[in-house]
């Protein structure tokens, strides 16, 4: 069975700490792979917080995230502070991908790594926008 491979940018734009939560942990006793996508929203939403946006308002749009791959690379546990790294990349008119890594901040060991595929919505209309350019000057400086 072939496997997913996300390649991970040399350097990243934004990075955060999560701790993991007893509701993050299954009956494995480790991080639920369910429960993932939870922590790199929250990175997400403070990388957007960072910039002085919401998710429901950068320069007057939403993102939706159209799609998501991830790999496993260790596991997590209980009390773990994640420190969860992002960057964008391969733009798009209507959005990009935010390849992100998840590890372990008091070994380094990586837990996860994954991309997003990100897309800017007018809910108003219910239609997929363009990229405002100001986002990208704004979400760019930091590279």
């Not at 991908?97 to 372990?104: E, F, G, I, T």
């Not at 108003?124 to 590279?143: E, S």
Request: proline share 3%.
């Amino acid at each position: 069975m072939a496997r997913i491979h996300i390649e991970l940018p040399e350097h990243f734009i934004f990075a955060t700490e999560v701790p993991l939560y007893i509701s993050h942990i299954n009956h494995g006793n480790h991080l639920d792979n369910a429960l993932l996508l939870t922590i790199v929203s929250e990175a997400r939403a403070r990388l957007y917080a960072s910039l002085g946006y919401t998710e429901r308002d950068v320069e007057g749009l939403g993102m939706l995230m159209a799609d998501a791959a991830l790999q496993y690379k260790s596991e997590g546990f209980y009390g773990d502070v994640m420190v969860v790294e992002m960057m964008p990349t391969e733009w798009h008119d209507k959005g990009f991908d935010l390849v992100w890594r998840m590890s372990n901040k008091a070994t380094g060991r990586e837990v996860a790594r994954g991309k997003s595929g990100m897309l800017f919505f007018d809910f108003t209309l219910g239609k997929v926008q363009p990229v405002p350019k100001a986002f990208i000057n704004r979400i760019m400086k930091g590279t």
